[in-house]
């Protein structure tokens, strides 16, 4: 859940309708009125290592979801108060894959720090920014747990 604009936006991962899993979501306004949209978004994860949908905003007027794709890639749906907004996949090291939850920060100007434990136990880390996501990089040390 994530505030925007004195707004509650609302995630989760439910089914949908002969597609499979997909991202739900919705935003309960200042008259506690709501209106959950199914999003034609690709198809999420659900096995071998599922992960909670991410929702935050990013800077006035921006919602930010980012969910773990059904090929085990990072995606990320922007959505702006004016409506739409782009879609991006991220992508993945070489021969490394995600088995860890996705976490997400956001400093409220646009911008989003996205981290993850891949499968050789390496932490590794994105960057939004100006409208573009950075490759993949491997911070120093591994994960003992």
């Known amino acids: 859940m994530a505030l925007a604009d004195r707004n509650l936006e609302l995630s989760f991962i439910g089914g949908g309708t002969g597609t499979g899993p997909r991202i739900h979501y919705g935003q309960l306004t200042e008259s506690n009125s709501t209106s959950i949209v199914l999003t034609s978004y690709p198809p999420v994860m659900t096995a071998p290592n599922p992960s909670d949908p991410i929702v935050l905003s990013s800077g006035p007027g921006i ?83």
């Open 63 to 145: 919602v930010d979801h980012i969910v773990m794709g059904d090929d085990g890639r990072p995606r990320h749906l922007r959505s702006w108060s004016t409506g739409g907004g782009p879609a991006y996949t991220l992508t993945l090291p070489a021969g490394v894959s995600i088995r860890s939850q996705l976490s997400a920060v956001s400093y409220g100007n646009g911008q989003i720090d996205l981290a993850a434990v891949g499968s050789d136990q390496g932490i590794y880390h994105w960057r939004y920014r100006l409208g573009t996501w950075s490759a993949p990089a491997r911070l120093s040390g591994t994960v003992i747990s």
